[in-house]
């Protein structure tokens, strides 16, 4: 199947300082990804979806300036939390749907995820 | 607006033993519905996915689940388990177009036992 991977794995940051996480389809382009969070024990809920070219849609209640986005190309999407907290310690997960065939195949690939924490 | 349910937030089962999780989900519209299965510290993968047609639906792994339109359920079951299957399994619902905006049930952490 098709594959997203996400980089870093795991990252501690201080806070007050910035952290990128980026999200590539390796074998097939994306014209939308999407970016979840998911807290420890909990489901994932939607942040914002990734538009490449254009920009994102948050989702109610999402930071748009905490949380930067950009969808530079049709293989990569970078989420960056700007002056992270602790309270953005999380898991955050991204998937993408190779473009032209979301109608007929429905299914999202997901990326490994991102552990974040905030000292 | 659309929730998912997912009653059972830890199963424990034996090894060879048949596995149902439940789903219940809320929707104005005919929903698209999902399966995922999360791996400790991992993404999702999808298990099956039901659009429309015959309501059972097999999937990988030896899974399958069946949608019933009357009880707004779409549960999931395996006739044995293997150790292998011990993970966070979520239920998810999109809609029409926008199948990235899933909507995600609260998971259910299986356990399978020796």
């Known amino acids: 199947g098709a594959v997203v991977s996400q980089h870093p794995s795991r990252v501690i940051c201080k806070s007050g300082t910035s952290v990128k996480i980026e999200c590539r389809s390796l074998?097939?382009?994306?014209?939308?990804?999407?970016?979840?969070?998911?807290?420890?024990?909990?489901?994932?809920?939607?942040?914002?979806?990734?538009?490449?070219?254009?920009?994102?849609?948050?989702?109610?209640?999402?930071?748009?300036?905490k949380f930067l986005i950009?969808?530079?190309?049709?293989?990569?999407?970078?989420?960056?939390?700007?002056?992270?907290?602790?309270?953005?310690?999380?898991?955050y997960i991204c998937s993408a749907s190779p473009s032209g065939e979301t109608t007929n195949t429905g299914e999202l690939f997901f990326g490994e995820g991102s552990r974040l924490t905030v000292l | 607006a659309q929730s998912v349910t997912q009653p059972d937030i830890h199963i424990t089962v034996s090894e060879g033993a048949s596995l149902?999780?439940?789903?219940?989900?809320?929707?104005?519209?005919?929903?698209?519905?999902?399966?995922?299965?999360?791996?400790?510290?991992?993404?999702?993968?999808?298990?099956?996915?039901?659009?429309?047609?015959?309501?059972?639906?097999?999937?990988?792994?030896?899974?399958?689940?069946?949608f019933k339109r009357s009880q707004s359920s779409f549960n999931l079951r395996k006739p044995s388990v293997h150790w292998s299957d011990a993970a966070e399994y979520f239920c998810a619902v999109g809609a029409l177009g926008s199948w990235g905006k899933l909507q995600f049930g609260a998971g259910t952490q299986v356990v399978v036992t020796p």
């Open chain 1, 27 to 65: 074998d097939f382009q994306a014209t939308t990804m999407f970016w979840y969070r998911q807290f420890p024990k909990q489901s994932l809920m939607l942040m914002a979806t990734s538009n490449e070219g254009s920009k994102a849609t948050y989702e109610q209640g999402v930071e748009k300036d």
């Open chain 1, 70 to 91: 950009n969808h530079a190309s049709l293989t990569l999407s970078t989420l960056t939390v700007t002056s992270a907290h602790p309270e953005d310690s999380s898991f």
């Open chain 2, 20 to 66: 149902e999780l439940r789903c219940n989900y809320s929707y104005g519209a005919t929903p698209y519905l999902f399966w995922y299965v999360q791996s400790p510290g991992q993404g999702l993968q999808l298990l099956l996915k039901y659009f429309s047609g015959d309501t059972l639906v097999q999937g990988i792994k030896g899974f399958e689940a069946e």
